[in-house]
T-cell receptor, first 114, second 112 residues
Framework: DAGVTQSPTHLIKTRGQQVTLRCSPI?????VSWYQQVLGQGPQFIFQ???????GRGNFPDRFSARQFPNYSSELNVNALLLGDSALYLC?????????????FGPGTRLTVT | GESVGLHLPTLSVQEGDNSIINCAYS??????FIWYKQESGKGPQFIID?????DKRQGQRVTVLLNKTVKHLSLQIAATQPGDSAVYFC???????????FGKGTSLLVTP
């Protein structure tokens, strides 16, 4: 079975630009969560989507937005990029909405903002 | 403040030895815990989880122990192998909330 897939693998943007990251969950999983991982730190929760609805949001500015499609894939958008947005963006999928269930991560998208 | 943290940032063990990675949490409402392994350039890989109604759970070569009294979690890896070299994160969830809260991680280095 395919795991969680993310695209692109790497991305380089300049300050002020906008970026869209994509995620496909494990087949049968309806929940997608997004995390930001800065080098040397643990992942930080950004969003969770379940059945196409936002169920949870972390402490991130409104420049960050996301959506989930009918096929349960998801996109994360970041506007007006800052240097501090450089990080590994991880997508995790799970069968249900609650966080107390196994979440499986994709390989991540490495975003570099120059 | 509320946090999930690890006692040691790095751990070096010899191949074949057992490894113990520790994690402390501060919120007594935390009721679900996961250990992840992250190799360089990859996403976190699920290892094992445990709920607060359990004290111990075993997987293949791994055991997680939960001590709710002192808010402490540990991951034991038996017969550590070079492929076990990675950063290990503990993460917690409370009250079926949506987010996993991660600690900073422990780097495990397995030497021959």
């Amino acid at each position: 079975d395919a795991g969680v897939t993310q695209s692109p693998t790497h991305l380089i943007k300049t300050r002020g630009q906008q970026v869209t990251l994509r995620c496909s969950p494990i087949s049968g999983h309806k929940s997608v969560s997004w995390y930001q991982q800065v080098l040397g730190q643990g992942p930080q929760f950004i969003f969770q989507y379940y059945e196409k609805e936002e169920r949870g949001r972390g402490n991130f500015p409104d420049r960050f937005s996301a959506r989930q499609f009918p096929n349960y894939s998801s996109e994360l958008n970041v506007n007006a990029l800052l240097l501090g947005d450089s990080a590994l963006y991880l997508c995790a999928s799970s069968k249900n909405a609650a966080g107390d269930y196994e979440q499986y991560f994709g390989p991540g998208t490495r975003l570099t903002v120059t | 403040g509320e946090s999930v943290g690890l006692h040691l940032p790095t751990l070096s063990v010899q191949e074949g030895d057992n490894s113990i990675i520790n994690c402390a949490y501060s919120n007594s409402a935390s009721d679900y815990f996961i250990w992840y392994k992250q190799e360089s350039g990859k996403g976190p890989q699920f290892i094992i989880d445990i709920r607060s109604n359990m004290d111990k759970r075993q997987g293949q070569r791994v055991t997680v122990l939960l001590n709710k009294t002192v808010k402490h979690l540990s991951l034991q890896i038996a017969a550590t192998q070079p492929g076990d070299s990675a950063v290990y994160f503990c993460a917690e969830n409370r009250n079926s909330g949506y987010a996993l809260n991660f600690g900073k991680g422990t780097s495990l280095l397995v030497t021959p």
